[in-house]
């Protein structure tokens, strides 16, 4: 069974930035595309970035700008930096994939506050 396993999360000031990996536990990771969607308290999950096989991006309008979205297929890993954190990105971040959409992980919790 393929898994997701998000990490980087945590607490960070208004402004600050972090750096979320999401490792794929098998080789399906260079036949799909990669996308981070995160999950703020009583809001539905939403889509905040994609990078295709080929290294195409595409952002959310509230991220654009701010996060940058990469992969390294030789890890199975792919990343989101984010930087110029706002307390409006307070959320559980998830990775996935497509076409293969693939059990979501745990999750990693990402808290803008001062």
């Known amino acids: 069974q393929v898994q997701l396993v998000e990490s980087g999360g945590g607490l960070v000031q208004p402004g600050g930035s972090l750096r979320l990996s999401c490792a794929v536990s098998?080789?399906?990771?260079?036949?799909?595309?990669m996308l981070w969607y995160r999950q703020a308290p009583g809001k539905e999950r939403e889509l905040v970035a994609v990078i295709t096989t080929d290294g195409r991006t595409n952002y959310a309008h509230s991220v654009k700008g701010r996060f940058t979205i990469s992969r390294d297929n030789g890890k199975n890993t792919v990343y989101l930096q984010m930087a110029s954190l706002e307390p409006e990105d307070t959320a559980v971040y998830y990775c996935?994939?497509?076409?293969?959409?693939?059990?979501w992980g745990q999750g990693t919790q990402v808290t803008v506050s001062s």
């Open positions: 098998r080789s399906i990771f260079s036949l799909n595309d």
């Open positions: 996935n994939s497509h076409p293969s959409v693939l059990e």
